[in-house]
């Protein structure tokens, strides 16, 4: 059996791990445009200098050879034939295949906003984009951030942490991480990342980025009418599916690849998983993406143990769970905080705990009592429980604040 | 692969078990010292006995999952099993991401509170012959067996209801 999987992060070394563990005896080729392994999350330690792009590498120096799979990095595929079930690679090499893995990610979504192609603007989806930034960073006065997701805080964050000029960030919700932090920890966020010298504008947008005669970026011109200079762009304003490869050959999703349980496409021996795909999210019970590490490794894993002839589901699925240190504080977010029901009970509790740091927690519940969404601020110790009860949609029981004798909280909304 | 064995009706909550571990995990196994140089809010027991709401008592410790969550949840690579069995952290790897800690349903993959940012959990004690909780239960509710060679590295015997769920 030849197995030949596209890509070489999360989800394709879940795979060729899976693949390998079952079939001691099946061909397991990888191929991937990226030239080395490396972790897309620590990207932002990378663009700021504070770890090497080698440090990121998040598999063991001899992953290769001790799962006997054949790597072969820098290699694109530019095209699939599955009818011959074969690829083509962009050196004119062609490579026949069993099954095949999409495991291809996503890319920086660059909004269609005057002055955003060209120098001195970055994604910061790639390694390239990381090395680039750091590269550049050195000689800039001022950068602006475009988006306060999970990428542009913690690049903002990272850079002001290592002593890098002045930082802003624009983003339109009215405070940072709209997908993760409801009002109450949103506005504190908010507050927190000005107190470390973050210039965080929110409520705005960016209408264009000017260029000067040289053709470098030298201000960002915003919806409200401020000009705010910059001389380094990055935009992290979310990420497009790389699916161009599966286009031509099945069905397309709204915002992927879409993947049954087993991580099948529509096509016979096709399967994709991580970033690339959309699939049931078992807490809201939707289709969408499920754009975090944990969520791909477990869909690559899926992906391998079906594709080497065994039967395994991908249950209790979701991407709905972000964890980030941001300004010394640990946060995790669990379950759909952009898209609360109005019928959801919101409780928030908060103590100090013995080092003096203040510990909130907001919970959501359904009217049966179970849970549905949770913001931890600053203890996040327990969040494996609560992340457990969402998806297994049960209530918090014991832990319940005031039950758990480590917590000594009060009501205060 | 030899498995921790708890029979969670011998347990007495006697907390030797977190003792013993706090003890192996201090700087030389050297409680006292840590504690006179002040270091000893950054120790943390990576076993505790928790009392459940239903008042029994439930000795919890990381199960060294077949098919570990945080592990699968580790983008530093710094949470692999050893040969041994055990789930470990490579703490010069990780990051302080703490994905591990919203992944474990135990809630035993946990954020050091020490000044590094790192996580810590249990090792299984692998450099030792015994596991310093298992040596020190004087119950026998912690033990060492070969129950299932194919399961967790920790086998429950009798739990009491687990606080999650409920």
Known sequence: ?413 | MRQKIISCDKCTGCKNCELACIVVHSPNEDLKQAYKDGGIAAIRARCKVELTSDGSLFPEHCRHCAEPQCAQACMSGALSKNDAGHVVCDTETCVGCFMCVMSCPHGFARPSTGDQRIMIKCDGCSERVCAACVEACPTGCLTLGEADEQGDGVVYIHPPKAREAC
């Open chain 1, 1 to 413: 059996m030849r197995h030949l999987i596209i890509g070489n992060s999360a989800a394709g070394t879940a795979a060729a791990e899976a693949i390998r563990e079952r079939d001691p005896a099946a061909r397991v080729t990888m191929l991937s445009k990226d030239t080395a392994f490396f972790s897309r999350c620590q990207l932002h330690l990378v663009a700021s200098g504070r770890r090497s792009s080698a440090k990121t590498r998040f598999v063991p120096r001899d992953w290769a050879q001790r799962h006997g799979i054949e790597v072969r990095l820098g290699v694109e595929v530019t095209g699939i034939d599955a009818h011959q079930k074969q690829v083509l690679c962009s050196n004119g090499e062609i490579l026949p295949y069993d099954r095949l893995l999409l495991s291809t990610g996503a890319s920086s979504l660059m909004p269609p906003i005057a002055g955003m192609e060209g120098p001195g603007v970055f994604g910061l989806r790639n390694l390239e984009d990381a090395e680039g930034i750091c590269g550049q960073i050195m000689g800039c006065k001022n950068v602006v951030v475009i988006g306060a997701g999970l990428v542009g805080c913690e690049l903002a964050e990272a850079l002001i942490k290592a002593s890098h000029t002045s930082v802003s960030i624009i983003e339109m919700a009215p405070y940072p991480l709209p997908l993760q932090l409801e009002q109450h920890t949103g506005a504190r966020m908010r507050q927190l990342m000005g107190e470390h010298g973050i210039n965080m504008i929110c409520g705005d947008s960016v209408s264009a980025i000017e260029r000067n005669a040289a053709g470098n970026p030298c201000a960002v011109a915003l919806k409200s009418g401020r000009i705010l200079s910059a001389d380094l762009v990055v935009c992290a304003a979310g990420v497009r599916p790389n699916i161009d490869l599966f286009a031509p050959l099945g069905d397309i999703g709204r915002r992927g690849i879409p993947i049954d349980e087993g991580c099948r496409t529509s096509v016979t021996d096709i399967y994709a998983a991580g970033d690339v795909t959309e699939s049931c999210d078992n807490t809201l019970g939707r289709v969408m993406p499920s754009a975090i590490w944990p969520a791909a490794r477990r869909q690559g894993r899926v992906a391998g143990i079906n594709m080497s002839g065994g039967s395994e589901a991908l249950t209790d699925h979701t991407g709905l769970k972000t964890s980030a240190v941001l300004c010394g504080i640990p946060l995790v977010s669990l379950g759909p905080i952009f898209d609360l029901n109005p019928a959801w009970q919101k409780q928030i509790y908060e103590h100090t705990d013995s080092r003096g740091r203040l510990c909130t927690k907001v919970c959501y519940t359904q009217s049966d009592g179970s849970l549905a969404a949770t913001v931890l601020w600053g203890d996040v110790s327990l969040a494996g429980l609560y992340a457990e009860a969402i998806v297994k949609k049960r209530s918090v029981g014991d832990l319940s604040p005031g039950i758990v004798p480590d917590y000594r909280l009060q009501a205060v909304g």
